[in-house]
Nanobody, 125 residues
Framework: QVQLVESGGGSVQAGDSLRLSCAAS????????MGWFRQAPGKEREFVAA????????YYARSVKGRFTISRDNNKNTLYLQMNSLKPEDTAVYYC??????????????????WGQGTQVTVST
């Protein structure tokens, strides 16, 4: 049974940093690309960042590029999202997700097979 469990969310001030973690179990990391998505109240789930199978290639949404860094440790089956210079508009529930490596669109939620339960990030002014 595949499980993705996020942690590290919280309430911070604008300009602060947070590091999210996603512990994966039940899947072979070498077969899945991994991504982070977020969903704010009343909005659709949106792509944040994605990492190739071995972490050699990363992708970012324009809104977070230069502030967020995605990384993964396949030995620990863990995905990370380092978030710096947080802004109030980053407030959302953050989800990690796993996508079979052969599916083409890293930014498309429907291409991800497995999802975590989400962790809340709240950024205040």
């Amino acid at each position: 049974q595949v499980q993705l469990v996020e942690s590290g969310g919280g309430s911070v001030q604008a300009g602060d940093s947070l590091r999210l973690s996603c512990a994966a179990s039940g899947l072979a990391s070498g077969n899945y690309t991994m991504g982070w998505f977020r969903q704010a109240p009343g909005k659709e789930r949106e792509f944040v960042a994605a990492s190739s199978v071995w972490g050699t290639t990363t992708y970012y949404a324009r809104s977070v590029k230069g502030r967020f860094t995605i990384s993964r440790d396949n030995n620990k089956n863990t995905l990370y999202l380092q978030m710096n210079s947080l802004k109030p508009e980053d407030t959302a529930v953050y989800y990690c997700a796993a996508r079979p490596y052969y599916k083409p669109y890293y930014y498309e939620p429907s291409h991800y097979d497995y999802w975590g339960q989400g962790t809340q990030v709240t950024v205040s002014t």
